[in-house]
Protein backbone atom coordinates (compact mmCIF):
# COMPACT_ATOMS: atom_id res chain seq x y z
CA UNK A 1 0.00 0.00 0.00
CA UNK A 2 1.35 3.47 -0.76
CA UNK A 3 -0.21 6.83 1.00
CA UNK A 4 0.61 10.13 -0.66
CA UNK A 5 0.24 13.55 1.19
CA UNK A 6 -0.47 16.63 -0.02
CA UNK A 7 0.42 19.95 1.12
CA UNK A 8 1.24 23.51 -0.11
CA UNK A 9 -2.13 24.91 -0.66
CA UNK A 10 -3.36 27.77 0.41
CA UNK A 11 -4.95 31.38 -1.16
CA UNK A 12 -2.95 33.05 -3.13
CA UNK A 13 -4.04 36.65 -5.38
CA UNK A 14 -4.14 36.53 -8.59
CA UNK A 15 -0.80 36.59 -10.34
CA UNK A 16 0.83 35.20 -7.26
CA UNK A 17 2.84 31.56 -6.73
CA UNK A 18 2.09 28.32 -4.70
CA UNK A 19 4.22 25.34 -4.22
CA UNK A 20 2.20 21.88 -3.88
CA UNK A 21 4.06 18.72 -2.83
CA UNK A 22 3.80 15.13 -2.31
CA UNK A 23 5.02 13.04 -0.26
CA UNK A 24 5.09 8.99 -0.97
CA UNK A 25 5.53 6.16 1.86
CA UNK A 26 4.51 2.99 2.39
CA UNK A 27 5.16 -0.13 0.39
CA UNK A 28 6.39 -0.40 -2.78
CA UNK A 29 3.86 -1.92 -5.30
CA UNK A 30 5.17 -5.44 -6.52
CA UNK A 31 9.06 -4.76 -5.45
CA UNK A 32 9.18 -1.40 -7.50
CA UNK A 33 11.21 1.45 -6.18
CA UNK A 34 8.52 4.85 -5.75
CA UNK A 35 11.26 5.74 -8.34
CA UNK A 36 9.81 3.77 -10.89
CA UNK A 37 6.56 5.11 -10.40
CA UNK A 38 4.35 7.22 -12.63
CA UNK A 39 2.98 10.33 -10.90
CA UNK A 40 0.76 13.29 -11.53
CA UNK A 41 -1.59 16.13 -10.20
CA UNK A 42 -5.18 16.67 -10.65
CA UNK A 43 -7.11 19.08 -9.71
CA UNK A 44 -10.79 19.04 -9.16
CA UNK A 45 -13.04 22.63 -9.04
CA UNK A 46 -16.68 22.26 -7.54
CA UNK A 47 -19.39 21.26 -9.98
CA UNK A 48 -16.54 20.23 -12.56
CA UNK A 49 -15.38 17.12 -13.10
CA UNK A 50 -11.48 15.93 -12.09
CA UNK A 51 -8.47 17.04 -14.69
CA UNK A 52 -5.26 16.25 -15.11
CA UNK A 53 -2.62 18.77 -14.71
CA UNK A 54 0.67 18.21 -15.06
CA UNK A 55 2.44 14.34 -15.27
CA UNK A 56 6.38 13.01 -15.18
CA UNK A 57 7.14 9.58 -15.43
CA UNK A 58 10.13 7.29 -14.12
CA UNK A 59 12.46 8.92 -16.92
CA UNK A 60 11.16 12.72 -15.84
CA UNK A 61 9.42 12.68 -19.02
CA UNK A 62 6.80 15.48 -18.37
CA UNK A 63 3.30 15.95 -19.50
CA UNK A 64 1.08 19.34 -19.03
CA UNK A 65 -2.56 19.81 -19.70
CA UNK A 66 -2.98 22.97 -22.34
CA UNK A 67 -4.21 25.41 -19.64
CA UNK A 68 -0.92 25.19 -17.41
CA UNK A 69 1.54 25.40 -19.86
CA UNK A 70 4.06 27.74 -19.41
CA UNK A 71 2.51 28.38 -16.06
CA UNK A 72 3.50 25.24 -13.86
CA UNK A 73 6.29 22.86 -13.69
CA UNK A 74 5.66 19.62 -12.49
CA UNK A 75 9.01 17.35 -10.74
CA UNK A 76 9.72 14.92 -8.74
CA UNK A 77 12.50 14.03 -6.00
CA UNK A 78 13.34 9.95 -6.43
CA UNK A 79 15.54 10.66 -2.97
CA UNK A 80 13.30 11.95 -1.12
CA UNK A 81 9.84 10.01 -2.64
CA UNK A 82 8.33 13.86 -3.45
CA UNK A 83 6.24 14.97 -6.15
CA UNK A 84 6.44 19.01 -6.80
CA UNK A 85 3.69 21.55 -8.93
CA UNK A 86 5.60 24.57 -8.63
CA UNK A 87 2.47 27.07 -9.89
CA UNK A 88 3.39 30.64 -10.74
CA UNK A 89 0.80 33.15 -12.61
CA UNK A 90 -2.22 31.80 -11.06
CA UNK A 91 -5.43 32.95 -11.97
CA UNK A 92 -8.78 32.39 -10.11
CA UNK A 93 -10.09 29.56 -12.54
CA UNK A 94 -6.89 27.29 -10.91
CA UNK A 95 -9.28 27.51 -7.81
CA UNK A 96 -9.77 23.80 -7.01
CA UNK A 97 -8.45 20.62 -4.84
CA UNK A 98 -5.02 19.08 -6.06
CA UNK A 99 -4.57 16.07 -5.86
CA UNK A 100 -1.36 14.17 -6.04
CA UNK A 101 -1.64 10.37 -8.01
CA UNK A 102 1.08 7.82 -8.48
CA UNK A 103 1.36 4.16 -9.72
CA UNK A 104 4.17 1.86 -11.12
CA UNK A 105 3.01 2.45 -15.05
CA UNK A 106 5.44 3.18 -17.09
CA UNK A 107 3.33 5.72 -19.81
CA UNK A 108 2.78 9.37 -18.12
CA UNK A 109 -0.74 10.32 -18.64
CA UNK A 110 -3.44 13.01 -17.12
CA UNK A 111 -6.20 10.44 -17.28
CA UNK A 112 -7.37 9.76 -13.60
CA UNK A 113 -6.25 6.21 -13.54
CA UNK A 114 -3.86 6.11 -11.50
CA UNK A 115 -3.91 3.45 -8.54
CA UNK A 116 -3.13 5.30 -5.47
CA UNK A 117 -4.28 8.94 -4.99
CA UNK A 118 -4.08 11.25 -1.88
CA UNK A 119 -6.69 13.54 -0.15
CA UNK A 120 -5.74 16.62 -1.79
CA UNK A 121 -4.78 20.45 -0.86
CA UNK A 122 -6.62 23.39 -1.30
CA UNK A 123 -5.74 26.04 -3.38
CA UNK A 124 -8.09 29.27 -3.91
CA UNK A 125 -7.10 32.14 -6.08
CA UNK A 126 -8.84 35.51 -5.32
CA UNK A 127 -8.58 38.11 -8.03
Known amino acids: QVQLVESGGGSVQAGGSLRLSCAAS?????????????MAWFRQAPGKEREGVAG???????RYAEFVKGRFTISKDNAKNTLYLQMNSLTPEDTALYYC????????????????WGQGTQVTVSS
Open 56 to 62: IDRAGTT
Open 101 to 116: AADPERVVTLLPVHLY
Open 26 to 38: GDAHSGYPMAWYR
